[in-house]
């Protein structure tokens, strides 16, 4: 059973001026559906038979488990791009609410000090990558990964939210300015529901 491109939760304008309709055409057109369709050739290859009837999130742990690097990165560049889509939404921004703005508090004094330290990791992510907001046992984190790497193979380890720091995210319409689409994101897009929803 192949995997498909899932589709995005907005219309693909929705995101604008941020996140353009044309930056989308080719990071959810094309990037991603790159990347479930390797997935997909190499699931049917007599290497990728041990994987049957896995779940994404089951492929990317046992791939990054067993060493299978080619595996490994189109499944977890899959994943991660559904759950960035997720991340962000129109009118997005604001604040979180209940349990997870204690916690957001909690793990870094408040809500502005949370964006410095994600935007800085953000920025700080050498080469391509992502950032992320995570919930772990003693609170909420935040980590930076290079290439395909995610929260998903540490163990007790929850994704709350992520961004999309490869150049491929922000080129069109931020061309070199990565600190102006971080902040675009933490104003304007982050999908504060969707982290509640990840957190509780
Ligand atoms: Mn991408």
New binding site residues.
Partial sequence: MAFALPGLPYETDALEPHVSADTFSY?HGK?HNAYISKLNAALETEAGEKYAGMSLVEITRRAAADGDQDTFNNAAQSWN?EFLWHSMAPNGGGEPSGRLAEAVNSAFGSLDAFKEQFAAAAAGQFGSGWAWLVATDSGLEIRATGNAETPLTESGVKPLLTL?V?E??YYLDHQNNRPGYISAFLDHLINWEFAANNFA
Wanted: proline share 0%; no cysteine; hydrophobic share 30%.
């Fill in positions: 990071h990037h791009h999309d490869w491929h995210a």
